[in-house]
């Protein structure tokens, strides 16, 4: 037997088959725990001696609530790619007919014919499911306050050309300091250098310009040509401040946690050593790599699954390589960011992105190029329990002997 589920947000269509393709059984279920519960137990009672390992369901996630609670009833979860299922819909009929009961028969015929095909969705660590968590909650806030930062730049260009530049960064605690302050060009107008020392000192800036810099920069800019009333201006600005000033807050909080949650894993020591490898880079990479680490039988599959490795496509005298789109998206992120950086730090890494540069791959290509070579430095340390040391990496040996 075989099962098919098209999950939705609130409705499931689930399709049981046999062996030859026959429809057994099929159901729309509501997204309730009673609901959930009652088709397990229903799919129990159709299956032979109720051994429901035996019967495996395919559908078109490979995580989340309802995976988790397929996979918690007993049942195999195989995945199949959304894009690999979309190609293969003609096979049931070329009228380009849809409904959710059928897709959910498709699956389980697809599971059927082509089950060798399919990986099985093995359960991930608590461990790593919470670090990952930890991981993508920061992402997330990092993305809300860029968004944030770029629409309080956006007021500040437009009516307080000044404040937009005085600092470096818009999103620093100096930055939204002064912005709380002097919201306004007319809040600001009698700023003079001994006010502007001592607002420094009173925040501990940093950033080694002197007040009468700061304030040439502020000067410089030019007026707004179409200002909002000062009242207007200052509940606008005060409001973006407090939001990045919460973000910040938060995500500063979450990166204590995340460093908490690196110190109880037993596998963050082996990769501590990584270059530029700090607390969010590295919590990313075990988190959405070291998942794929335990999964894959070598690290051409890892690289292949997080989007480091291309897409050949050749057909008679056609031969074309490609940027590969199906793929774990935070994966790609995690490791191309990290390589990104090991460039800076690492000689190895830096003579393997210029030497694609120089063959004439672009910074994306080349990165990811960088990004396959350590995943399988990585694979090396995670599989064999060593700690990275530069000094036994082959490819910094070479690079060393060579120069």
């Not at 050949?312 to 940027?323: D, L, M």
Request: charged residues 20%; aromatic residues 6%.
């Amino acid at each position: 037997m075989f099962c098919g589920s098209d999950w939705g947000s609130t409705v499931h269509a689930v399709c049981l088959i046999d062996d030859q393709g026959a429809v057994i059984k099929r159901w729309l279920v509501q997204h309730t725990e009673d609901q959930l519960m009652k088709l397990f137990c229903e799919l129990a009672e159709l299956v032979e001696g109720g051994d429901v390992a035996q019967v495996p369901v395919a559908i078109e996630r490979g995580e989340g609530l309802v995976v988790g609670l397929i996979a918690g009833a007993g049942h195999p979860v195989w995945m199949v790619e959304p894009a690999a299922f979309k190609a293969a819909r003609p096979r049931w009929g070329l009228a380009g007919a849809k409904s959710d009961l059928g897709d959910a028969f498709m699956l389980a015929d697809y599971a059927r014919t082509d089950g060798h095909r399919l990986r099985r969705v093995e359960p991930v660590e608590q461990a790593t499911r919470e670090l990952a968590a930890l991981v993508r909650a920061r992402t997330a806030l990092v993305e809300a306050r860029t968004a944030a930062s770029n629409q309080l730049w956006a007021v500040l260009a437009e009516h307080w050309p000044g404040a937009a530049v005085v600092f470096q960064k818009l999103t620093s605690q100096i930055a939204l300091a002064f912005l709380s302050d002097y919201p306004t060009p007319q809040a600001a107008a009698l700023l003079g250098e001994r006010r502007m020392g001592q607002f420094c000192r009173r925040h501990s800036y940093r950033g080694g310009k002197s007040p009468a810099e700061l304030l040439s920069r502020l000067r410089a800019a030019p007026a707004s040509a179409s200002p909002l009333a000062p009242r207007i201006l200052e509940s606008v600005v005060h409001g973006s401040v407090a939001q990045i000033g919460l973000l910040n807050t938060e995500i500063t909080r979450l990166e204590r946690d995340l460093a908490s949650a690196l110190a109880a894993r037993p596998k963050t020591t082996l990769l501590q050593t990584l270059p530029r490898a700090a607390t969010v880079s590295l919590a990313a990479l075990i988190a959405e790599i070291g998942a794929l680490l335990e999964r894959c039988d070598n690290p051409e599959q890892v690289a292949a699954m997080c989007g480091a490795a291309p897409v050949t496509r050749a057909s008679g005298k056609s031969r074309t390589v490609g940027f590969r789109y199906t793929a774990n998206k935070p994966a790609r992120v995690a490791i191309t960011s990290f390589a990104d950086n090991s460039r800076h730090s690492s000689s190895w890494a830096a003579d393997a992105y210029q030497r694609a540069r120089a063959r004439g791959a672009r910074h994306p290509h080349a990165v990811r190029i960088l990004a396959r070579g350590w995943i399988r430095v990585i694979w090396a340390c995670w599989t064999t329990d060593s700690v990275y040391d530069p000094s036994r990496h082959r490819g910094e040996q070479l690079l060393a002997a060579a120069t």
